[in-house]
């Protein structure tokens, strides 16, 4: 069937079905997830008068990210003026790069603040979603049952942990668990902790933890570049500046997503740019001017390019890994055993608690949901290879769904709040044709989503991501699975939909 011809028939199975904007009803939205782009969505729709949504939230507390990630010396790498929403700014923030507790308490002030924390509908997880008759029909966990005019998925990049494939693990006498489901209640104070990873978290735990437990075992597959980046603390004398003129803090904030912008994220989508050479550089002095030992040094000397792997951040992980009581192992893990990590020279590295900080699966999305589109198709089949969507946003055959932070989207290389506030302002333009009548069904054409996909995987080439290593950002065929462009390209888009690239269904 022809484009046009299928477009038409659907004209005529929507006739039957009944639009909120026919209805002169309120739209109703289902929002999934109460995290940072959950809670934005909430205060975004409410804010537009659009106030008939429920924000289902799996967990007991809203917060994403920063609630399931509280491993010792949790912290946003993006600055903290940075990751805040455009219109809370907060001047309390405590330090630079303020610790994951904190972040948390932030997005839960400024759900109270804007009071959509009542809109959210705890220890409910969505299960199914399926399209028909022009709604969404919208299952839980908990056997409820909903319909909406547009779904948003708010659901996450780095959600579901990555558990490694490692013999014996199970044995394990000690306490085992993944960075992201720490286990406070067994304290690390004075023991022999191991960390199997050597990611941000990784980093992040090795620089914490190294002062109070009586060992520290690193065991590192791949060694990372490090940016050297300090974390002052924000004294009082500017947090009162803040609190007196909001002013000056959105300098701050404009100023820092100058720097970011044009350091950081437009180096790594260009290999060959002066940035990403001025990155590497920095990454080589901190490597050979903070870590004494040769041999130590050439261990952590990464053999592929600085920015290839996302960029680890931190002031003194190389401080931490010198630690009398530290130690980096090499060597490739055999098997764990009751007593530890039995490592590949035959040599038992005795633990009392091991950590998997070997990240997440990045390809599952949506999923587990089971969400079914248009004439049945499940999306599970159409993402059976590797998710995919129209600029991170749309799928075909998916009407009025929209992601936030989806597949292929700006992850890593910009604040994610950013990134987040520009598509929702991107999806409301695409609710507006609905509630104003001129379609009752948006979703991304075959035809624009399979050229987005054909120049993003073409613009990848050029990026740092592909210049030998293997990282998360990568998908099954070696091709980055992120936005290779810059964030101005990014904004671009994101100002106004073109049209011509969506199915509007009358
Ligand atoms: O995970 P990762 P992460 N045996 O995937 C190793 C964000 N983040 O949780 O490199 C041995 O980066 C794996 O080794 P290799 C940030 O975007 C942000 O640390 O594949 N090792 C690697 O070293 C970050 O990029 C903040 O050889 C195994 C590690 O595990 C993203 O989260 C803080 C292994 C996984 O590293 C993910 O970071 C923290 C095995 N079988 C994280 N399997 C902020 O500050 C895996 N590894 C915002």
Not at 1 to 21: E, Q
Not at 102 to 127: C, H, M, N, P, W
Request: charged share 25%; hydrophobic share 40%; glycine share 6%.
């Amino acid at each position: 069937m022809s484009k046009s011809a299928s477009a038409k028939s659907r004209a005529g199975n929507a006739s039957s079905s009944m639009a909120a904007s026919d209805r002169g009803d309120s739209p109703r939205f289902v929002i999934i997830g109460a995290g940072m782009a959950g809670i934005l969505s909430a205060i975004k729709l409410k804010e537009a008068g659009l106030t008939n949504f429920t924000v289902y939230e799996k967990a007991d507390r809203l917060g994403g990210t920063w609630r399931e990630n509280t491993y010792p010396g949790v912290a946003c790498d993006v600055p903290s003026h940075l990751y805040s929403y455009s219109f809370a700014p907060n001047p309390d923030w405590s330090h630079v790069f303020s610790p994951g507790p904190e972040i948390l308490a932030y997005f839960e002030k400024v759900a109270r603040d804007y009071q959509v924390d009542s809109f959210i509908r705890y220890g409910t997880e969505v299960t199914r979603l399926e399209f028909h008759d022009g709604r969404w029909l919208v299952e839980t966990s908990t056997a409820e049952r909903d319909e909406a005019d547009f779904v948003i998925a708010a659901t996450g990049v780095l959600h579901h942990p990555s558990y490694p494939d490692i013999e014996g693990i199970d044995t394990f006498k000690g306490k085992v668990f993944h960075s992201a489901r720490w286990d406070h209640s067994e304290p690390i104070d004075a023991k022999r902790l191991g960390v199997i990873g050597t990611g941000s978290t990784a980093v992040q735990i090795v620089s914490s933890a190294v002062s109070s437990v009586s060992s520290l075992t690193l065991f590192q597959r791949t060694a990372q570049w490090v940016l050297p980046v300090a974390n002052p603390e924000i004294g009082e004398e500017d947090r009162a500046k803040y609190h007196d003129d909001p002013e000056a803090m959105r300098a701050v904030r404009e100023e820092l997503s100058q720097i970011f912008e044009h350091n950081f994220a437009n180096a790594v989508v260009d290999a060959d740019s002066p940035q990403a050479e001025m990155l590497a550089r920095m990454c080589t002095e901190n490597l050979e001017g903070n870590v004494r030992d040769p041999e130590l040094r050439e261990k952590l000397r990464p053999p592929y390019r600085a920015a290839c792997k996302r960029l680890v951040i931190s002031p003194n992980f190389y401080e931490a890994i010198q630690a009398p009581n530290a130690h980096l192992v090499t060597e490739g893990i055999e098997r764990v055993e009751p007593e530890g990590v039995r490592t590949r020279d035959g040599k038992l590295h005795e633990l009392d608690i091991l950590v998997l900080a070997t990240g997440f699966r990045v390809d599952r999305f949506l999923r587990p949901i089971e969400v079914i589109g248009r004439g049945g198709i499940s999306l599970d089949v159409v993402w059976e290879k590797r998710p995919s969507a129209y600029l991170a946003i749309s799928v075909p055959e998916f009407p009025n769904l929209f992601m936030l932070n989806g597949p292929n989207g700006p992850v890593g290389n910009f604040s994610l709040i950013d990134v987040a506030e520009l598509q929702f302002d991107y999806i409301m333009q695409l609710v507006d044709l609905v509630c104003s009548g001129k379609a009752r069904e948006v979703s991304a054409s075959h035809e624009a989503a399979e050229r987005f996909e054909d120049e993003r995987v073409e613009a990848a080439k050029k990026t740092v991501w592909v210049t030998g290593c293997r990282s998360w950002y990568l998908d099954d065929r070696g091709v980055p699975a992120a936005w290779p462009w810059s964030f101005g390209h990014f904004r671009d888009q994101m100002r106004r939909p073109r049209l011509e690239d969506y199915e509007l269904v009358a």
